[in-house]
């Protein structure tokens, strides 16, 4: 099994920064951490959950084309970590932000329970 569980959302301001972390943990994840991807989804109200950035074990990123050059996610293998650091974050950046691992050879997938930000003067 793997848990996921975030941190750090809240309410900040518009142009604001926010930094979320996810810790991974359970015996799967450590024996074949390796073989998984971890990223950043987020759901707005009402609106279906998208992807919003992944890392690789081997730090290769990609993101979302609404957050590039604002938001950067890294990952420490050694301490079973993922982050995302927001910045110049938008009212369009309110939603839920969920933590995922997807293991890329049975595509076993695992999601965290999610933190609130808001973005809001």
């Known amino acids: 099994q793997v848990q996921l569980v975030e941190s750090g959302g809240g309410l900040v301001q518009p142009g604001g920064s926010l930094t979320l972390s996810c810790a991974a943990s359970g015996t799967i994840f450590s024996i074949v951490r390796s073989l998984f991807v971890m990223g950043w989804y987020r759901q707005a109200p009402g609106k279906q959950r998208d992807l919003v950035a992944a890392i690789t074990s081997g730090g290769s990123a990609n993101y979302a084309d609404s957050v590039k050059g604002r938001f950067t996610i890294s990952r420490d293998n050694a301490k079973n970590t993922v982050s995302l650091q927001m910045n110049s974050l938008t009212p369009e950046d309110t939603a839920v932000y969920y933590c995922?691992?997807?293991?890329?050879?049975?595509?076993?997938?695992?999601w965290g329970q999610g933190t609130q930000v808001t973005v809001s003067s």
């Open positions: 995922n691992a997807l293991r890329a050879d049975s595509r076993a997938e695992y």
